[in-house]
């Protein structure tokens, strides 16, 4: 029976982790990801320690003494506030990875409009997306805070690193606070560029052709895709394929964004219109005007 990887413990002292939390936190408070008191941090300090971001403070202001520490069932063990109230969340993402360190979750207002509108993020579009994120799912909506909140990123978080929290904001996670938080701010990035394309007229989308250069590309880098998993062969990589199957349940559904046409395949490819046949036409025309008059076409 195949085992769970070790949890990797880090390697930086506490005090240098505690900085880097504050740091993204001012970072995303900059970025408007996270208004007011809005948005946690965490980091995994070893199998049975998290450090974390408390409740009730902006998360642009805090200070490496305000931070605290939780063990893997969310009791707090450490600091002086109380813990953040979505931290079964990052515990839950870590449960599930332990690859994972870090989790950063926050409202970045682009990708948070998709998770309201329950909008799929369009694949197929952007070289960086394609390498850095893939397909990004969206959830079912609960009620945040508890456990059955945090289960809902469950069926997702091992075949993605970001995560879209419907009517809610995004998750992300990574080994590290800097890439956990690199996941978030593409993404949002991404969403304002479909937006803004959007309203010029179009979305352009990659070839299929393209999109796999892409994929071989991330391959190479060391990158893992779901895409690229045995069984997903015959998936098409522009369509939204690898969550597809879940939007019957989270009430996800294309609307704003037409999906490629078709999926996927070269534009350029395909078939000419045929040429209009105006003769055929006219008879037909005239045949039936004769009819409706009663008389006989010439």
């Known amino acids: 029976m195949a085992t769970k990887p070790a949890v990797k413990t880090p390697?930086?002292?506490?005090?240098?982790?505690k900085e880097e939390i504050c740091d993204i936190g001012r970072r995303i408070y900059a970025k408007g990801f996270a208004a007011g008191n809005d948005g946690n941090i965490s980091f995994r300090l070893g199998p049975n320690e998290v450090l974390c971001t408390p409740t009730m403070i902006s998360k642009g202001f805090m200070k490496p003494s305000d931070l605290c520490?939780?063990?893997?069932?969310?009791?707090?063990?450490?600091?002086?506030?109380k813990r953040s109230s979505e931290i079964l969340l990052h515990l839950t993402i870590m449960k599930e990875r332990p690859d994972i360190n870090s989790v950063v979750?926050?409202?970045?207002?682009?990708?948070?409009?998709?998770?309201?509108?329950?909008?799929?993020?369009?694949?197929?579009?952007?070289?960086?997306?394609?390498?850095?994120?893939?397909d990004v799912p969206i959830t079912r909506y609960e009620t945040p805070g508890g456990q059955k909140f945090a289960d809902t990123v469950k069926p997702f978080v091992?075949?993605?690193?970001?995560?879209?929290?419907?009517?809610?904001?995004?998750?992300?996670?990574?080994?590290?606070?800097?890439?956990?938080?690199?996941?978030?701010?593409?993404?949002d990035a991404y969403c304002r560029i479909l937006m803004l394309s959007r309203d010029l007229g179009r979305v352009t989308y990659l070839t299929k052709q393209e999109t796999k250069e892409l994929l071989d590309l991330k391959q190479k880098w060391?990158?893992?895709?779901?895409?690229?998993?045995?069984?997903?062969?015959?998936?098409?990589?522009?369509?939204?394929?690898?969550?597809?199957?879940?939007?019957?349940s989270t009430g996800v559904e294309r609307k704003a964004f037409d999906a490629p046409s078709p999926f996927g395949a070269d534009p350029k490819a395909a078939a000419a219109p045929a040429t209009l046949d105006y003769e055929s036409v006219v008879k037909a025309v005239t045949e039936q005007v004769c009819r409706e008059l009663g008389i006989g076409a010439a």
């Open 69 to 81: 520490i939780v063990d893997m069932e969310g009791n707090q063990i450490a600091g002086q506030r």
């Open 105 to 134: 979750h926050c409202h970045p207002p682009h990708a948070t409009a998709f998770a309201v509108a329950r909008e799929p993020i369009p694949q197929c579009v952007l070289p960086e997306v394609e390498v850095f994120l893939g």
């Open 11 to 17: 390697t930086k002292p506490l005090s240098q982790l």
């Open 222 to 248: 060391g990158y893992t895709d779901p895409r690229l998993e045995k069984g997903m062969e015959n998936c098409d990589i522009c369509a939204n394929d690898v969550f597809r199957s879940s939007w019957g």
């Open 158 to 187: 091992k075949k993605s690193n970001v995560v879209i929290l419907a009517n809610h904001g995004t998750v992300s996670f990574g080994e590290t606070v800097e890439k956990a938080y690199w996941w978030t701010e593409i993404l």
